[in-house]
C-alpha cells in the first residue's frame, strides 16, 4: 500500500520525474476546467434551468453565503479564491473512491502547497484592504517585540493547515485499506459513502480556515478606518 502518490513514478528522465501526484493533479484541474465549460457554456434567465446551471448557482451561492458569515466582509473579492480550494479539495477527495485514482491531496507536497497559496494571501488581501504600512504594522502589535511571534505564527499556521488536511487524507486512506482487509465483502460500500462525505468536510474545512485567516489579515486598523464588516 502506497501511503502517497508521491512514490508512484510513472516517468523519469534525470532529475527530471512524473510521480502519481502531478499526474492525478492536473487530471482534477481538467476535470474542473471540462466541467466549468460545460456547465457555463449556455447559461440561461428565468425558469427552466439545466439541472448544471442550477447546481453551480446554488453551490455558488452557498460559497458566497459561507464566506459572508465568516468574514463579515462582501466575499466576492474572495470567492474566487476560496471556491478554487474548495471544489479543488473536494474534488480531489471525492475521486479517491475511484478505483486506481490516489487524491492528490494524500501528498503532502500538494498540501503544502495550497497552504502556501493561503499564506500568500493573507497579506495580498490585507495590503489591499489597509495598505502595506498599516498591514505590516499589525505585525509590531502590541508591541515591536512581539513581531518574530507574529511571523512565527504566520509560518506555523501554514504549515498546520498542510498537515491537517494531509494527515487526514492519509489516515482514512490506511484506515479504509485495514478494514478492506478484514472484511472486504461488508466494508467497501460504507467506506466510499463514509470517503465522500469525509472528503467534502475536509474541503469545507480547509476553505472556511482560509476564510478565517484571510478574514484576521485584513484586520488592521479596523476601529480608525471607521469599520468595513457587513452587519
Known amino acids: 500500500m502506497r501511503l502517497s502518490p508521491d512514490s508512484l513514478i510513472l516517468w523519469q528522465a534525470g532529475p527530471c520525474r512524473l510521480n502519481g501526484t502531478i499526474l492525478f493533479t492536473w487530471l482534477?484541474?481538467?476535470?474542473?476546467?471540462?466541467?466549468?465549460?460545460?456547465?457555463?457554456?449556455?447559461?440561461?434567465?428565468?425558469?427552466?434551468?439545466?439541472?448544471?446551471?442550477n447546481f453551480l448557482e446554488a453551490l455558488v451561492l452557498l460559497i458566497l453565503v459561507q464566506t459572508r458569515e465568516v468574514t463579515r466582509r462582501e466575499?466576492?473579492?474572495?470567492?474566487?479564491?476560496?471556491?478554487?480550494?474548495?471544489?479543488?479539495?473536494?474534488?480531489?477527495?471525492?475521486?479517491g473512491v475511484v478505483p486506481g485514482f490516489e487524491s492528490p491531496?494524500?501528498?503532502?507536497s500538494t498540501t503544502t502547497a495550497l497552504a502556501l497559496c493561503v499564506m500568500v494571501s493573507v497579506p495580498l488581501h490585507g495590503i489591499r484592504q489597509s495598505g502595506l504600512v498599516a498591514y505590516l504594522k499589525n505585525y509590531f502589535r502590541p508591541t515591536p517585540l512581539m513581531a518574530p511571534f507574529n511571523i512565527v505564527g504566520e509560518i506555523s499556521r501554514t504549515l498546520a493547515l498542510a498537515v491537517r488536511l494531509f494527515g487526514n487524507v492519509m489516515s482514512g486512506a490506511m484506515i479504509a485499506?485495514?478494514?478492506?482487509?478484514?472484511?472486504?465483502l461488508i466494508m467497501p460500500v460504507p467506506l466510499q459513502l463514509l470517503g465522500l462525505l469525509t472528503g467534502v468536510v475536509q474541503a469545507y474545512i480547509f476553505a472556511i480556515l482560509a476564510a478565517v485567516y484571510i478574514a484576521a489579515g485584513i484586520e488592521v486598523q479596523e476601529e480608525g478606518e471607521g469599520g468595513r464588516r457587513l452587519p
Open 28 to 53: 482534477v484541474m481538467a476535470l474542473l476546467v471540462g466541467g466549468s465549460w460545460l456547465v457555463t457554456r449556455r447559461l440561461r434567465q428565468g425558469g427552466n434551468l439545466p439541472r448544471g446551471q
Open 177 to 184: 485499506a485495514i478494514l478492506l482487509a478484514i472484511a472486504p
Open 75 to 95: 466575499p466576492r473579492p474572495f470567492f474566487p479564491f476560496l471556491a478554487t480550494l474548495f471544489l479543488f479539495i473536494a474534488l480531489s477527495n471525492l475521486l
Open 105 to 108: 491531496t494524500g501528498s503532502l
